[in-house]
C-alpha cells in the first residue's frame, strides 16, 4: 500500500445530457493528503455524492484532471483502482446469511479473486480489521440482524481489510444515533492517523465533523469550495455563506473544539 495524496486540477464534475452538461461544480482545484481526515458538507443536492462518485472513478469528470499518486485517476485499471480505492455507500448491502467474518473476508477478493481461497496473510489482515474496529463480538453475526452502526462498522473493516491507501465514505453517520456518530467519527480518525490513509466522508452532521475533521470542504451552492481546517473557517467570513446555506446554529466554540 503506497502513501498516495489526491490532486484535483481544474476539475469539472456533472452530468453529459443531450443538449448540454449539466455541470454541478467547476474549476476546482485541490489535494487531499493522506494521514488526515477530511470531511465534505454542504446542503441537499449541492454535489457531493457527485464529487465522491467522480473522486472514486465511478463517474467521468466532465473536464480536468484527478492525479491520485503521481497517475491519472483515468489510466488506473479496475484492478489498480480496487487495491487503491474503497468506498463506503450508505445503502442497505442486499446480502443474506453473510457473516460479519465473510462480508471483512470480501474485501481481500482484490488480492485472493472472489472466490478465491484466504492465505495466511489474508486471515491475519482481516483479524487486525475486525480487532481495529472493535467489532469481534461481531463476527459470526449474519449481516442482515446488524443495527446500522454495527453494519457500517463492518462496513468500514471491509474496507480496511482491502488495504486501500484511499477510503470515501458517502453519509456514513447518516440513520446512526448519536453515540454510534461520534464512534464513527473517532474510528475514521484513528484510522486516518493510525494507518496514514486518506479518509475522506460526507455528511451532515456539521458540528460533529467539524470536531473530528483535519480539514473541511465546504460545497457552497453552484459548486464553489471553501476548504480549511476547522479553525480557518472559524476565521473566514464566508462561513456565514456556510451558516445560512446549512441553516445552522453554527458558532466558533463548537468550532474550536476539535478532537486532538
Ligand atoms: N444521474 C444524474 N443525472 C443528472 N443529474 C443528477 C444525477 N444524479 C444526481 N443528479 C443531480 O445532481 C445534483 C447533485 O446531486 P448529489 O447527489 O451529488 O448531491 P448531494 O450533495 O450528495 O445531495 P444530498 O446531500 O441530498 O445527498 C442534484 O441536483 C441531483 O439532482
Not at 170 to 182: G, N, R
Amino acid at each position: 500500500m503506497e502513501d498516495f495524496s489526491i490532486n484535483i486540477h481544474d476539475l469539472s464534475i456533472g452530468y453529459k445530457e443531450k443538449k448540454h452538461n449539466k455541470i454541478i461544480a467547476h474549476s476546482l482545484n485541490a489535494t487531499i493528503p493522506p494521514g488526515q481526515l477530511t470531511c465534505l458538507i454542504g446542503t441537499n443536492g449541492v454535489g457531493k455524492s457527485t464529487l465522491l462518485r467522480t473522486l472514486s472513478a465511478f463517474h467521468s469528470p466532465l473536464y480536468g484532471e484527478i492525479i491520485i499518486g503521481d497517475k491519472k485517476l483515468s489510466s488506473y485499471s479496475s484492478k489498480e483502482l480496487s487495491k487503491t480505492i474503497s468506498i463506503v455507500l450508505t445503502e442497505k448491502i442486499n446480502v443474506y446469511n453473510m457473516s460479519v467474518y465473510e462480508l471483512v473476508s470480501l474485501g481481500r477478493s482484490p488480492y485472493s479473486g472472489l472466490w478465491g481461497k484466504l492465505n495466511k496473510k489474508d486471515k491475519t489482515i482481516i483479524e487486525e480489521a475486525i480487532q481495529l474496529v472493535h467489532i469481534s463480538n461481531l463476527r459470526n453475526r449474519a449481516i442482515q440482524t446488524l443495527s446500522d452502526g454495527e453494519r457500517q462498522k463492518s462496513m468500514i473493516a471491509k474496507t480496511l481489510a482491502q488495504q486501500t491507501s484511499i477510503i470515501f465514505l458517502d453519509e456514513p453517520t447518516a440513520f446512526l444515533d448519536f453515540q454510534s456518530k461520534i464512534e464513527i467519527l473517532q474510528l475514521l480518525r484513528r484510522i486516518s492517523k493510525t494507518k496514514h490513509r486518506i479518509v475522506f466522508f460526507s455528511t451532515h452532521d456539521i458540528d460533529l465533523a467539524l470536531r473530528f475533521s483535519d480539514k473541511i470542504w465546504f460545497m457552497k451552492k453552484g459548486g464553489n469550495l471553501i476548504i480549511g481546517s476547522p479553525e480557518e473557517l472559524s476565521k473566514d467570513r464566508r462561513m456565514e455563506i456556510f451558516s445560512q446555506e446549512c441553516n445552522t446554529t453554527l458558532n466558533n466554540n463548537s468550532l474550536l473544539q476539535s478532537e486532538a
